[in-house]
């Protein structure tokens, strides 16, 4: 007959007895009943994510989308993904234990939430071509008239007139100009640039002026816009006195060119221009640097008026050679000079053109061939006699 009212274990001792419990168990205070010990609720445990109590024990299991670690206590997302278990046509989102379909730029996802539709982008999108937008799949491309050039922001068409170019003006500035001469030769600059197309990213230009010694008045990098240049060339201030034109060229060459000064790297292929004007015979030696310039990849123009000595100007201009110097006898006639020059730094828009160089206003060729036909008309009446 049972004589004891312990719930799970009875310890007899003669005439007495004691309750205990089984393993994962506690005695209540009642030494009699036993209570299950929960670990989970206890927080004696050390799972990741979910804690499966047993009476004094435990074991770990993780949430959906996740997966038990060999350790059986950590939890690792499951990337379906990653796992290639999913059928997105191109763009896979995982989340643990699902995934969801995106498309590429330029896409759009079907309703079947898998696959991907190229979408038209010249329709959908302000894609801002100047002439004609082209569609690639997922992008577009401009496209412009034939005879044009696409510019450098992909966007907008030209001719070689707003091709992109580096170019540098080498203005003389010694004493034989003249301040007003000085003038007309700051407008001749600005009839050069109102050619161009100024921009940022399309052409830049630098201002240089020398006389004795030379002063940058305006690097590549400073001005973005023709309006900005022009005005900084009507405030340039004469420096009068001598003619280093060799010393120019150095100076353009180690540093008009430099990089810290705005010209950009010689692996963008952007053409660099040097553009000379002076009015006479240089004080220095300009034959070492002039061909520096031309070996460095830099095209040069020669302009001269007045006393500039056509064998200086041809040193320094680029071959072919009539195509890169001008010259005039009179300050007055520099704009005609403008007018050409721009044309010859854009050969696609110089066809058919007649480059003028106003040799008729060369007072000494005028001289010469006057003479010339007198000795002939001298010998021709001695042959008659």
Do not use: W
């Not at 091709?163 to 700051?186: H, M, T, W, Y």
């Not at 001598?242 to 430099?258: D, I, P, Q, R, W």
């Amino acid at each position: 007959m049972r004589k004891h009212d312990c719930e799970q274990i009875c310890i007899s001792a003669p005439g007495v007895f004691s309750c205990d419990c089984n393993a994962g168990y506690t005695l209540n205070d009642d030494k009699k009943a036993c209570t299950p010990i929960d670990l989970c609720a206890e927080g004696k445990h050390d799972c990741e994510q979910i804690c499966i109590s047993a009476p004094g024990v435990f074991t770990c299991d993780c949430n959906a989308g996740y997966t038990l670690n060999d350790d059986k206590k950590a939890c690792t997302p499951i990337d379906l993904c990653a796992e290639g278990k999913h059928d997105c046509e191109q763009i896979c989102i995982s989340a643990p234990g699902v995934f969801s379909c995106d498309c590429n730029k330029g896409f759009k996802l079907n309703k079947d939430k898998k696959t991907c539709t190229d979408m038209d982008m010249c329709n959908t999108v302000k894609h801002g071509c100047e002439h004609q937008c082209g569609n690639t799949p997922g992008s577009f491309y401009c496209i412009c008239p034939e005879g044009q050039l696409l510019q450098e922001d992909g966007k907008s068409c030209g001719t070689c007139k707003s091709a992109n170019i580096d170019l540098v003006l080498l203005i003389d500035g010694s004493k034989s100009v003249r301040p007003q001469n000085f003038e007309l030769v700051k407008k001749f600059v600005n009839q050069v640039v109102d050619s161009l197309d100024v921009s940022e990213h399309g052409t830049r230009v630098g201002f240089v002026q020398y006389s004795s010694r030379v002063r940058t008045e305006f690097p590549l990098n400073m001005y973005h816009t023709a309006a900005e240049i022009k005005a900084a060339v009507m405030k340039v201030d004469y420096m009068e006195k001598g003619t280093m034109t060799g010393l120019a060229l150095k100076h353009m060459l180690e540093n008009s060119f430099s990089e810290s000064e705005g010209a950009r790297p010689l692996d963008r292929n952007i053409p660099r221009i040097g553009l000379v004007f002076t009015d006479g015979r240089s004080q220095d030696d300009i034959t070492e640097f002039a061909k520096k310039a031309k070996e460095a990849g830099i095209t040069m123009y020669a302009v001269g008026v007045g006393k500039a000595v056509e064998d200086e100007l041809r040193e320094i201009a680029s071959e072919p050679t009539e195509k890169h110097f001008y010259y005039t006898t009179d300050f007055s006639a520099i704009s005609t000079i403008a007018e050409n020059l721009k044309l010859n730094i854009c050969p696609a828009e110089s066809q058919g053109e007649i480059e003028v160089k106003d040799p008729c206003a060369c007072e000494s060729l005028v001289e010469f061939q006057q003479a010339s036909m007198s000795s002939l008309e001298q010998l021709t009446q001695k042959h008659i006699l």
